[in-house]
């Protein structure tokens, strides 16, 4: 006999969450920089994408996550000129944690690690990065 419920065979879980964000920021361009010149940073573009899920470890939920997080950003400008070393694409995983003490607190942990980068020319960027937080609810 078959069991056509699609829960028996754990296809969806009730807590199993997908996602999918994206941001597009626009910049302008500033005299303030120094001593009147003009810059503008580049504009840019972040997609995420990923899943959560909920566990219980001894009563308390358990809600591993895991994100793709793609960033583009284009050149800056100095003056109306692109600037050398700026701009570059990002491709991030992001792996975490939450702890729920309460229906109202929480506790947050995660971390971002490179997986692919090109960026233009010689430039300075974040390697590893770890977050952690906490949340109340009122």
């Not at 692109?82 to 003490?101: A, M, S």
């Not at 971002?112 to 590893?128: A, F, H, M, N, S």
């Amino acid at each position: 006999m078959y069991n056509t419920n699609l829960d028996a065979y754990h296809v969806f879980k009730p807590n199993l969450t997908f996602s999918f964000a994206g941001v597009y920021r626009v910049t302008t361009a500033s005299a303030r920089y120094n001593g009147f010149q003009e810059y503008r940073f580049g504009n840019e573009i972040q997609l995420l994408a990923g899943f959560s899920d909920t566990y219980f470890l001894g009563g308390l939920p358990l809600g591993p996550s895991l994100l793709w997080r793609y960033r583009h950003t284009s050149r800056d400008r100095l003056n109306g000129a692109w600037g050398d070393n700026t701009g570059g694409q990002w491709i991030n995983i992001v792996p975490g944690i939450n702890l729920g003490f309460s229906p109202s607190f929480r506790i947050l942990i995660s971390t971002e690690i490179p997986v692919w980068r090109k960026l233009t020319g010689v430039q300075l960027t974040t390697t590893y990065r770890l977050s952690a937080g906490a949340s109340y609810l009122f």
